[in-house]
């Protein structure tokens, strides 16, 4: 499972460095992980590993790591007694608003900070 993820990252994720160098715990988004190029590796993922990200797990935690990505994979597979599922548009929709939502907020900090609000 540890070498698809790692291939997943290494085509997909967009990293500073060689997917093959990173540590199973070293944190995904120090070395470069987006949140665009996450939505790109959660969607790599489902295909690979022919699972759905429910919308509780579209969270930066889910993919802080590769151990983090396994153990989520592991527990999905876990789930459904296989490793199954289709990719989800709804799942995929829950990554944009949350992406939306973030940026959106960050706007609003910002326009009260300098006073606009």
Do not use: W, Y
């Amino acid at each position: 499972m540890e070498s698809k993820i790692r291939r997943a990252l290494a085509s997909h994720a967009k990293l500073a460095v060689d997917a093959g160098e990173i540590s199973n715990t070293q944190n995904l988004f120090d070395v470069g992980l987006t949140s665009f190029a996450c939505v790109q590796l959660m969607m790599r993922l489902e295909e690979v590993f022919d699972v759905e990200f429910p919308d509780e797990l579209l969270k930066k935690a889910t993919f802080e790591s590769i151990a983090a990505i396994e153990q989520n994979i592991e527990r999905l597979s876990e789930d459904t007694g296989t490793v199954s599922g289709i990719t989800s548009l709804p799942g995929l929709l829950g990554m944009g608003t949350i992406m939306f939502a973030g940026a959106f907020h960050r706007s609003l900090m910002a326009a009260a900070d300098i006073g606009i609000l």
